[in-house]
Each structure stands twice: as structure tokens, then as C-alpha cells.
């Protein structure tokens, strides 16, 4: 039986009740969304707890196994030029920001958009940046310098990135289609 379709920060969840004991939860990759089934009777409030409760997870398993997408190859030229505006774009923001990175290193990455070591303070940045406009590469360094200030994802990290880039989240809408972690 057909259900609610909600909207979890960005993951699409369609919720379908069955004659079942418990909540079940799977992603559908090839759909780009969850499906949560639920047992009769179940109140609604209480399936979107759930599945907020479960937003990291869902995201992680949709991260995984939509990370396929197809790019063509980076050339040593490209890099260049990319490794240019990050240096650009990273003189700006730590100032701004008042940290500093100790260093930058770009490589491709099959899941993530950055990477921040927050002990050393190395960044890393996932090279397939370069087929998104400049502004998302500028989001994903200041979402990694904000690690530096803030180590987890928590309610401090986004008040971080909000008082930063107030929008940040537009950005990072930019690179959702493609589901990795900045």
C-alpha cells in the first residue's frame, strides 16, 4: 500500500505501509531514493524520526553506490589550473576564517568531495571538481576549512558554514546529483 513521499535534507524517501512488525528501511540507488516500510498504524510523526535518525546512513548507502557516475579524464593541465583557484580561493577563506590548512592535496576520490585530517590539518579535494562551476570547488574549501574550526557535522559546523557562506546550502545543491560527502 502506497504511502507519503518525504524529503529528508535533500534525500527523497517514499514510504510504503505493510503487514509487517517493524520499520524497514533500503536505498534504491537506481532511483536515487529510500524506501521505508512501515507497519499498519504507524504514525506518521513517528516514521519521520526515524528517518531523520537515519538521514547519515541513507546517505552514506546512496553515496556508495551512486559514486559510479562516469567523468572524463583529468588532464595534467586541468589539475594545474584547478590547483591555482584552490590556492586562490584558500588564501581568501583562511583569512577570512582565521585557520590555515597545512597543506592541499587534490586526487581522485570515488566517494567524497574533501576530505579534512583535522589532527594535521591537511585538506584534501576530490580533482572531478573541476566539472562543477567554480563556485562549488569555493564551497567544498571553505566546507573543509570549517573542520578545522568545527571537527564534526554538528549544529556548530552549519552555524559555521552559515556565518561563512550564507549560501552554502545552494552550493552543495549544486553537487547533490552526484551524492558524495564534501
Given at each position: 500500500m502506497k504511502g507519503a513521499v518525504f524529503d529528508i535534507h535533500g534525500i527523497r524517501v517514499r514510504m510504503e505501509y505493510?503487514?509487517?512488525?517493524n520499520i524497514n528501511l533500503y536505498v534504491r540507488p537506481e532511483q536515487d531514493e529510500a524506501l521505508v516500510t512501515v507497519p499498519f498504524r504507524t504514525p506518521r510523526e513517528r516514521v519521520e524520526?526515524?528517518?531523520?535518525?537515519?538521514?547519515?546512513?541513507?546517505?552514506?548507502?546512496?553515496?556508495?553506490?551512486?559514486?559510479n557516475r562516469e567523468y572524463p579524464p583529468v588532464d595534467r593541465?586541468?589539475?594545474?589550473?584547478?590547483r591555482n583557484k584552490v590556492l586562490e580561493y584558500a588564501g581568501k577563506w583562511e583569512k577570512?576564517?582565521?585557520?590555515?590548512?597545512?597543506?592541499?592535496?587534490?586526487?581522485?576520490?570515488?566517494?567524497?568531495?574533501?576530505?579534512?585530517?583535522v589532527n594535521t590539518g591537511r585538506i584534501?579535494?576530490?580533482?572531478?571538481?573541476?566539472?562543477?562551476?567554480e563556485e562549488c570547488l569555493e564551497y567544498v574549501i571553505v566546507h573543509e576549512l570549517c573542520h578545522l574550526i568545527e571537527p564534526s557535522h554538528n549544529q556548530q559546523f552549519k552555524s559555521c558554514m552559515t556565518k561563512f557562506m550564507p549560501d552554502w546550502k545552494e552550493r552543495k545543491r549544486k553537487l547533490n546529483g552526484s551524492h558524495?560527502?564534501?
Open positions: 505493510r503487514r509487517i512488525k524520526r526515524f528517518l531523520y535518525e537515519k538521514e547519515g546512513w541513507m546517505r552514506r548507502h546512496l553515496e556508495r553506490t551512486s559514486g593541465e586541468q589539475i594545474e589550473k584547478m577570512i576564517m582565521g585557520v590555515h590548512a597545512t597543506g592541499w592535496t587534490l586526487r581522485d576520490m570515488k566517494t567524497r568531495w574533501g576530505s579534512c585530517t584534501r579535494l576530490n580533482t572531478r571538481l573541476i566539472f562543477y562551476p558524495m560527502d564534501s
